[in-house]
T-cell receptor, first 114, second 110 residues
Framework: NAGVTQTPKFQVLKTGQSMTLQCAQDMNHNSMYWYRQDPGMGLRLIYYSASEGTTDKGEVPNGYNVSRLNKREFSLRLESAAPSQTSVYFC?????????????FGQGTRLTVV | SQQGEEDPQALSIQEGENATMNCSYKTSINNLQWYRQNSGRGLVHLILIRSNEREKHSGRLRVTLDTSKKSSSLLITASRAADTASYFCATDAGGFKTIFGAGTRLFVKA
């Protein structure tokens, strides 16, 4: 099982450029999440999708958009990158329908905005 | 604001010793989870304890939960060098917003 797959693993952007981070899971999970991890800050929730067709804001949504393309895929878009968005981004999925809230994480995307 | 706060921020011990990490949180929860993150990798789920449970074991891991004090502890017994990682608590208060703390960095010296 591949679990949760994120692409790309590394990316350098110039301020103002746009990009989309891709995430796919093969565990048939209903819920998917995007987090960012900054030194000393733990993980902060950007957006989540409780089920296919729905998306909601998390703790730090400004500057980001998301798309739940289908049950497997959940993408995160930066329309106009800023240095403050330099971070490590993690996608995760879980199966909330069964009551389990264990989350499975991808390997992360290390993004640098210069 | 973060729900979970881990203590200590960093911990260095010798192989074979026990490691204890603590987590405090602010609001009522449905469950609390602990995750491990090896350097440069994603988080891996270790254990989940529900709000009506007080203690849970999994291999060398022991987790306690005190809802009256809004705190939890993770004990790793007989630590190994391979346990070197960051450990995060995550609280679930319902909805879909699991909140992670800033983590404890554990270094186990061989």
């Amino acid at each position: 099982n591949a679990g949760v797959t994120q692409t790309p693993k590394f990316q350098v952007l110039k301020t103002g450029q746009s990009m989309t981070l891709q995430c796919a899971q093969d565990m048939n999970h209903n819920s998917m999440y995007w987090y960012r991890q900054d030194p000393g800050m733990g993980l902060r929730l950007i957006y989540y999708s409780a089920s296919e067709g729905t998306t909601d804001k998390g703790e730090v949504p400004n500057g980001y958009n998301v798309s739940r393309l289908n049950k497997r895929e959940f993408s995160l878009r930066l329309e106009s990158a800023a240095p403050s968005q330099t971070s490590v981004y993690f996608c995760a999925s879980s199966d909330r329908v069964t009551g389990s809230t264990e989350a499975f994480f991808g390997q992360g995307t290390r993004l640098t905005v210069v | 604001s973060q729900q979970g706060e881990e203590d200590p921020q960093a911990l260095s011990i010798q192989e074979g010793e026990n490691a204890t990490m603590n987590c405090s949180y602010k609001t009522s929860i449905n469950n609390l989870q602990w995750y491990r993150q090896n350097s440069g990798r994603g988080l891996v789920h270790l254990i989940l304890i529900r709000s009506n449970e007080r203690e849970k074991h999994s291999g060398r891991l022991r987790v306690t939960l005190d809802t009256s004090k809004k705190s939890s502890s993770l004990l790793i017994t007989a630590s190994r060098a391979a346990d070197t990682a960051s450990y995060f608590c995550a609280t679930d208060a319902g909805g879909f917003k699991t909140i992670f703390g800033a983590g404890t960095r554990l270094f186990v010296k061989a």
